[in-house]
Nanobody, 114 residues
Framework: QVQVVESGGGLVQPGGSLNLSCAASGIVFSRYAAGWRRQVAGKQLLVARIGADGQTKYYDDSVKGRFTISRDNAKKTIFLQCNSLKVEDTATYYC????????WGQGTQVTVSS
């Protein structure tokens, strides 16, 4: 049975940091690219994505220089280090492993507010 579980969300003040984690089980994790998407008011955005080998990375322009995606294939986990958070980063963040038709987590809420 495949499980994808996010953690690390929460309430943080503008300028603060969070480190999101996504742990997978039941799949050959190292074969898949993976990414983080966020959703607010029904709109979804691909925030960051990382290749299966951890070398190829993509960031949306809105988070470049502030967010860093990484992965640990031995632990079957991907991370999203979010620094210099802004109010507009507030959203539910979802981990997606493989294509959008593959595996998703349940989401973790990130709220940036003073």
């Amino acid at each position: 049975q495949v499980q994808v579980v996010e953690s690390g969300g929460g309430l943080v003040q503008p300028g603060g940091s969070l480190n999101l984690s996504c742990a997978a089980s039941g799949i050959v994790f190292s074969r898949y690219a993976a990414g983080w998407r966020r959703q607010v008011a029904g709109k979804q955005l691909l925030v960051a994505r990382i290749g299966a080998d951890g070398q190829t990375k993509y960031y949306d322009d809105s988070v470049k220089g502030r967010f860093t995606i990484s992965r640990d294939n031995a632990k079957k986990t991907i991370f999203l280090q979010c620094n210099s958070l802004k109010v507009e980063d507030t959203a539910t963040y979802y981990c997606n492993i493989g294509s959008t038709n593959d595996y998703w987590g349940q989401g973790t809420q990130v709220t940036v507010s003073s």
